[in-house]
């Protein structure tokens, strides 16, 4: 922030340097800053209160959030971006895209950790998501409503709904892979192996 001299704020604001002076005194306008030689020193922030001036805020962003879980989904992630874009597009929103990679129950990712800063930071308008299992996959109330604290929306593009079957098999999938990833050896080979049979069985359920 920006400081001015007794001589140079007095200037600005059409005021003598004894007006100040006096103010400081009667306690009307303290300086922001006085050196141990006793001069003051006022601030930028007390230069646009006296003369009314608001400090402009940038407008807040629409931003479009996309993860896979895996470097190995590129193409899926591609997929999912150029749909988040098109919808975003249509809408007329002005958008940034911010690309995620990782697990849906990992909360220290990058882009996501960028993204809730902007959030708290009041530079968020709207998050547009593809899938609400896309944004997180556990705690998704509790994010959203951090966002309405800070006047953030959340806009889900697909909403349909999952059976409950679907979401507890998604869900623990998701957890076991997690927690194989963890494993070496042999140990992790029963664990992919477990996953893969139990997919499997579930689509033979389903079908």
């Known amino acids: ?25 009667n306690n009307v306008l303290k300086p922001a800053y006085v050196a141990p030689s006793g001069f003051r020193y006022y601030s930028e922030e007390q230069l646009h209160q006296i003369l009314g001036i608001k400090k ?40 940034e895209i911010i690309e995620d990679i ?35 996959r556990f705690g998704f109330e509790l994010i ?5 604290r800070y006047g953030t929306e959340i806009e889900i593009i697909d909403q349909t709904e999952k059976t409950e079957e679907q979401e507890l098999v998604e869900d623990l999938v998701q957890i076991i892979t997690v927690f194989s990833c963890k494993l070496q050896g042999k140990r992790a ?11 499997e069985d579930d689509s033979v359920h389903q079908s």
């Open 1 to 25: 922030m920006k400081y001015y001299s007794i001589g140079e704020f007095a200037k600005l604001i059409g005021k003598s340097q004894q007006t100040l002076r006096n103010w400081d005194k």
């Open 56 to 95: 402009a805020t940038p407008p807040k962003k629409v931003v479009g959030y996309c993860r896979v879980s895996s470097r190995k989904q590129k193409d899926e992630l591609e997929r999912q971006v150029e749909a988040v874009r098109t919808y975003m597009i249509a809408k007329g929103y002005s958008f």
């Open 102 to 136: 990782g697990s849906g129950i990992n909360y220290t990712k990058k882009g996501l950790s960028r993204l809730i800063d902007m959030v708290c930071n009041h530079e968020v308008e709207k998050i547009v998501v593809l899938y609400k299992d896309r944004f997180v």
């Open 144 to 148: 959203e409503q951090i966002c309405q």
């Open 189 to 199: 080979n029963r664990v992919k192996k477990m996953i893969r049979e139990w997919l």
